[in-house]
């Protein structure tokens, strides 16, 4: 069965530094994706970033990037330059395919505060 | 905005009571997912369906029944309401690209409150 684990239920960082959440995961498929997903106090669920299984290269959008090891089977999300806007709970996910269907798998969250 | 469109946004009844939760996906995404958000459970998958058919079922009550339709837009209902069935509930769609890949883009949810 398919298990993301997220051990941080909080985070403080100051603003303009660099922040890493912690995820990792659990399969035995040999394709997958890992995903991070940002939710505001407004509740919406906000796409991030997106790391393929074989992907060789940590993925990156803008200030974040995904410190993905696959050995150690983690994936990071690191969030460089931090903004008062990044306070929120952000989400760790996994999809993969399971007995020929697919669904996405969500850790249980770290609650992100980034201080003035 | 994602693309995703998702009524009600908010939700008030009863115990007991029946409610339908209405998704509109993102144009072109063939697949429709179902989530429950609750503060004690976190995001649960519950059912996908992919292009009219149930491609895969979570942790759906059977109280709970969705369906899509030809227009890839989906329903979600909810039957004989508990007060532990309060939560958002949020709808995504994806491409489904290949395996294990394909961001699933999310609706704002529908908060549903029981009393």
């Known amino acids: 069965a398919q298990k993301i684990t997220q051990t941080q239920p909080g985070m403080f960082v100051q603003e303009k530094e660099a922040v890493t959440l912690d995820c990792t995961y659990d399969t035995s498929d040999q394709s997958y994706g890992l995903f991070w997903y940002k939710q505001p106090s407004s509740g919406e669920m906000i796409f991030l970033i997106y790391?393929?299984?074989?992907?060789?290269q940590n993925a990156t959008e803008g200030r974040y990037s995904l410190n993905f090891q696959k050995a150690r089977k983690s994936a990071n999300l690191v969030i460089s330059a931090s903004q008062l806007g990044d306070s929120a709970m952000y989400f760790c996910?996994?999809?993969?395919?399971?007995?020929?269907?697919?669904?996405?798998?969500f850790g249980k969250g770290t609650k992100l505060t980034v201080n003035p | 905005d994602s693309g995703v469109t998702q009524t009600p946004k908010h939700l008030i009844t009863a115990t007991g009571q029946r409610v339908t939760l209405r998704c509109s996906p993102r144009?072109?995404?063939?697949?429709v997912y179902w989530y429950q958000q609750s503060l004690d459970q976190g995001l649960q998958f519950l059912i996908q369906?992919?292009?009219?058919?149930?491609?895969a079922k979570g942790n759906i009550l059977e109280r709970f029944s969705a369906q899509q339709f030809p227009d890839l837009h989906s329903e979600l209902n909810l039957s004989s309401l508990e007060l532990g069935d309060s939560a958002l509930y949020f709808c995504?769609?994806?491409?489904?690209?290949?395996?294990?890949?394909?961001?699933?883009?999310f609706g704002e949810g529908s908060r549903l409150t029981v009393l």
């Open positions: 144009s072109g995404d063939l697949s």
């Open positions: 996910a996994m999809r993969g395919r399971q007995g020929g269907s697919e669904k996405l798998v």
């Open positions: 995504a769609s994806s491409v489904e690209v290949g395996p294990g890949t394909g961001e699933l883009f």
């Open positions: 369906y992919y292009n009219g058919e149930e491609r």
């Open positions: 790391q393929g299984s074989y992907d060789e």
